[in-house]
């Protein structure tokens, strides 16, 4: 008969990529892992995985059957993990974008009495290092930093619009043509910029995706907060490029003005990162499950 461990074993090597990973994040010993699997591999007749100095490389056979049991298996232990937990308390200390967490996550965590938080605002380099480093459970990034130790699952899908304030008064009809947008961009070099930072980093990315060229400007003014940024614009001292959740809402209020929201469509993936080794943590799952 083939064990539930076994298949355990093989789930957390097949993330993980690693025996000794998988050890660690099972809370097991190394050769109780590679035992497992040696079992499952000899009741099932097949090689599930390579074998190489670095990894564990996964066989056609191991795809297969990661993708045949997978769900199961995360159905079962999520069910576990979330009895055992509804009487434990467990502490998460988050790390995220102080507007998104605001913004996107606060309305969303749960409002038992017996989990607790400690979130840290910062950008992405800093948070990750502190995740790394421990001080961390999970990290909200809006940047995908490889680091072996570090795994990534898309959260949510931001796109990037052009806003000014609602008494703007734009000198064209944009359609979508390139004549337009030529004309758009020569309106729009007249205009003062309101930026993040002093590199205007988004607001140059999305010049050169939309308009083709690089933009050659000096902002006027220069906040480190998107929500500020957004204020500013609507009293009118600019126009800036702002992720969608932000302006949506100020939008449909008439308290901004869409300038473009552009065909070729200026996006960013907002990441969930979080230790290899707590991939079976109820407060990664619970994460994972907050954008799903």
Known sequence: MVSFEWYRSFMAVYQ???????AQVLN???PAVSQHLTALEKALGTLLFQRTPRRMVPTSSGIRLYNQVADSIEQLESVVSKMSSASTPYLVRLGAPQEFFIEKILSRLPKSESNHYTVTFGLAQNLIKQLISGNLDLVVSTLKIQKAEIIYHPLFEESFWLVGSKELNMPIALETSREDLILLEKWLSTQPIISYNE???????FWRIVFGRRIAVEPKLIIPDLRSIRQAVEFGLGISVLPDYLCEDSIEENRLTLILNPVKAVKNVIWLAFRKSDIQMQRTRFFLELFS
Not at 16 to 22: C, D, E, I, Q, R
Request: no cysteine; proline share 0%.
């Open 199 to 205: 590199d205007l980093a988004i607001i140059r990315r």
């Open 28 to 30: 097991l010993t190394q």
């Open 16 to 22: 993980v990529g690693t025996v000794s990973g998988a």
